[in-house]
């Protein structure tokens, strides 16, 4: 059974930095693609950063280029998304979540497995 487990989430002021981890168990990171997702209140769940564990090719969207960064750890099974100078409008809740697509992008409808979610806020 795959089960993702985020973590980091937390209330930061604006121009802090979070780090959020996600680790992975019930299957291995060689041939999947993992990316974090977040979805604030009455708008529509967002890829935000997406890694392809096969190549390790990543995708940012704009909103957060340059700011936030995606790497993994497939020794440990968790990949991670570092988030500096955070915005008021960064505050979601983040999910981890993994595909099983070959060639996944970072829309939220090629993820099949998704963690719990973690809390970011951040206050102006």
């Known amino acids: 059974e795959v089960q993702l487990v985020e973590s980091g989430g937390g209330l930061v002021q604006a121009g802090g930095s979070l780090r959020l981890s996600c680790a992975a168990s019930?299957?291995?990171?060689?041939?999947?693609?993992i990316g974090w997702f977040r979805q604030a209140p009455r708008k529509e769940r967002e890829g935000v950063s997406c890694?392809?564990?096969?190549?390790?090719?990543?995708y940012y969207a704009d909103s957060v280029k340059g700011r936030f960064t995606i790497s993994s750890d497939n020794a440990k099974n968790t990949v991670y998304l570092q988030m500096n100078s955070l915005k008021p409008e960064d505050t979601a809740v983040y999910y981890c979540?993994?595909?099983?697509?070959?060639?996944?992008?970072?829309?939220?409808?090629?993820?099949?497995?998704w963690g719990q979610g973690t809390q970011v806020t951040v206050s102006s």
């Open positions: 019930g299957f291995t990171f060689d041939d999947y693609a």
């Open positions: 979540a993994v595909s099983t697509v070959l060639g996944a992008g970072c829309g939220s409808y090629e993820y099949d497995y």
């Open positions: 890694i392809s564990s096969s190549d390790g090719s990543t």
